[in-house]
């Protein structure tokens, strides 16, 4: 269903005009319209129709209205439907325990397109764009049919609403003229400033591009009228001399002043020179992970609906989801011509990265001017989704922090795409594909080290290195570690070094990390909740590295319901595995030995409150009333990716 709010209401479904024609009923849809996607109180129904002087049936007269909007639109959405009944359809008119709410494709109202394109050339305008602005912005202004809502009765919200999106098309309008004026197009707009002019002879914008554009024609003479008609029209309504700003154009004109002639194209320059390309370098060759590879590449060719493309990677941490994230990126970087953005959405202790700042720094690459930065994260995200609507990009989103911090940073276009990994599993609909990146397998982990070491070294001790992928347990992370510390010291053999990470793994407070995982791991480790992060410490500890639920419930003291719950997380957030089990048998869960390592090197969790406010305690099972509380960052974080072997 389309609805058009930017002149006379219209209401189409499959180009069928199906608008009411009853005057209550155009003004009921048109309040709901204006509110797509949002409960309407009833009172504020009420309110919007009959002011202060309801009926004494108002109950039964909205719920009337409703009803009929209903039939007569088809949206057929029974009362009180769940909101996952509602959402499954494109248009539903539903009930809610305080209201009504028309859920809507924001692409069928000519409204929400209209602000998506001045939100876009406004940019495009502050970067310098004008060619491209002074297009967006006038296949903005030509949704416009006539005033908005002009044949609809207006009660106080309509009334307000059609004023705010009166007052955004004159600014749109000032906007497109300015950027006719700086590609040269004066003498083209001499025509349509005068009519406005005269339609507007109180509005100084008008004369004030009038006169520049008179002058840069060569009629200078015309000029000086408008300005004398324009402060005799000023003195004779309002009692006021023109503006200082005005002045000093007639002032510029009289004074033939070079300054009024057309400047560069160049005067504004954007931040960038061309589009955003902030892949990271790719650090060697992936070894082991030709079949992920080909997942991921294959579901981000395999577009589906028609928003952008979402594949997400999940693996243990040191499994190197973000090295692969970054491979697949390079692979895929001519798909995405306007741009590659890349992120970092966690810190360095776990913490979450506030999402108005990823924004901001998304708003940099495209080129906004920090004068312009929007205040807060809703306008930012907004801006974004608007730059993003028409083009074809690739965000590379490294170590997302939850689901709810990501959909604020997905774009709007189809011809996206969206790469990322994250510590936890994360169910939503916008990701289209998930692909599990496990460690690597024993031949694999053979290949990477000779890849690393060479031929010669990995053949005079086969069985030291047989034995090192064992220990590293596949993890590209560890393996790359234990690669260094064989190239720092070139006279050991391997199993030398096999040896060393065996006693250093007796200490298990040695401030050493010969596997290199102990930062991946404890960055994991501190954005789980509280009682998650007491639960992983603690089974690390037990005697065994797998068990059932019996068995962590007796480790933990708790009862197995808990217990499972705990274990789950766990899964969750990658810090251990559950074994695929037959139908009936008890499910086993296990750590990765490098996972387990490092826990069994925690000591008690004493996060200071700071910390605990940057874990999910929404859904720690043994916090069932949680605030869920982020701690503000006290600096702005890199926000590129940096860990390839996360």
Not at 195 to 217: D, F, I, K, V
Not at 496 to 512: K, M, P, Q
Not at 574 to 599: I, K, N, W
Request: net charge negative; with cysteine.
């Amino acid at each position: 269903m389309e609805v058009n709010l930017l002149g006379s209401l219209e209401v189409l479904r499959n180009d069928i005009v199906i608008t009411p024609s009853a005057p209550k009923l155009r003004q009921v849809l048109s309040l709901l319209t204006v509110n797509a996607n949002r409960v309407v109180r009833r009172e504020r129904l009420v309110d919007e129709l009959w002011d202060d002087n309801p009926p004494t049936s108002v109950t039964t007269t909205v719920q009337t209205y409703i009803y009929q909007l209903r039939k007569q639109l088809g949206l057929g959405t029974a009362p009180h439907a769940s909101s996952a009944e509602a959402d499954s359809a494109a248009a539903t008119l539903h009930t809610t325990p305080k209201g009504y709410q028309l859920s809507l494709d924001p692409a069928g109202l000519d409204s929400t397109r209209f602000e998506l394109l001045a939100d876009r050339g406004h940019v495009e305008f502050e970067a310098g764009r004008f060619a491209s602005a002074a297009t967006t912005l006038a296949d903005a202004l030509s949704l416009w049919r006539g005033p908005a809502l002009v044949d609809v009765p207006l009660g106080p919200s309509l009334r307000s609403e059609t004023l705010r999106l009166e007052e955004m098309r004159k600014k749109v309008l000032e906007q497109r003229l300015e950027a006719d004026l700086q590609l040269g197009r004066h003498q083209e707009l001499i025509g349509e400033l005068t009519g406005l002019t005269a339609e507007q002879p109180t509005n100084e914008r008008y004369p004030e591009m009038l006169m520049l554009a008179l002058h840069r024609s060569g009629r200078r003479a015309d000029a000086l009228d408008v300005y004398q008609q324009t402060r005799a029209v000023l003195s004779d309504r309002l009692g006021l001399d023109p503006s200082s700003y005005l002045q000093r154009i007639h002032h510029a004109v009289l004074a033939a002043d070079p300054g009024l002639d057309l400047p560069s194209l160049r005067t504004r320059t954007s931040i960038r020179s061309g589009p955003p390309e902030q892949l990271p370098p790719e650090r060697g060759a992936l070894v082991g992970r030709e079949s992920q590879l080909t997942k991921v590449l294959d579901a981000m060719v395999a577009r589906r609906g028609s928003g952008p493309t979402v594949v997400a990677l999940i693996g243990p941490p040191g499994s190197g989801t973000s090295a692969l994230c970054i491979r697949a990126g390079h692979e895929l970087r001519d798909r995405y011509p306007d741009g590659q953005l890349c992120a970092r959405l966690s810190d360095l202790d776990g913490g979450q990265v506030p999402t108005a700042d990823l924004l901001a720094e998304f708003l940099r690459s495209m080129g906004m001017p920090e004068s312009q930065m929007p205040a807060s994260a809703d306008e930012r995200s907004r801006v974004f989704l608007n730059w993003s609507a028409q083009r074809r990009m690739l965000l590379v989103l490294d170590d997302v922090f939850n689901v709810e911090q990501l959909l604020p940073l997905l774009p709007f276009g189809a011809g996206c795409g969206v790469l990322l990994n994250s510590r936890r599993r994360m169910f939503t609909p916008s990701v289209a594909t998930t692909v599990e990146v496990p460690p690597l397998d024993h031949a694999d982990g053979v290949r990477l080290l000779t890849d690393l070491l060479g031929e010669h070294r990995v053949a005079e001790d086969r069985a030291g290195t047989d034995a090192l992928v064992a220990l590293c347990d596949g993890l590209p992370m560890a393996l790359h570690a234990v690669v260094t510390r064989l190239q720092e010291r070139p006279h050991w053999p391997i199993s030398r070094l096999v040896s060393w990470i065996g006693v250093e793994a007796d200490h298990r407070r040695s401030a050493d990390d010969p596997l290199g995982m102990r930062s991946s791991v404890d960055r994991t480790w501190r954005s789980a909740p509280p009682a998650v992060r007491d639960a992983f410490r603690r089974l690390a500890a037990a005697e065994s590295a797998t068990m059932s639920v019996a068995e962590a419930a007796r480790v933990l003291a708790v009862d197995e319901h808990h217990a499972e719950s705990l274990v789950e997380r766990l899964v969750e957030f990658q810090l251990m595995q559950a074994e695929s089990v037959a139908h009936g048998v008890d499910a086993r869960y296990r750590f990765v030995p490098c996972v387990r390592t490092v826990g069994r090197q925690l000591g008690p969790d004493s996060s200071a409150p700071a910390q605990r406010r940057n874990a999910d305690d929404g859904n720690d099972p043994l916090r069932p009333n949680p605030r869920g509380e982020r701690r503000p960052r006290d600096a702005a974080a890199p926000l590129v990716v940096t860990d390839s072997y996360r």
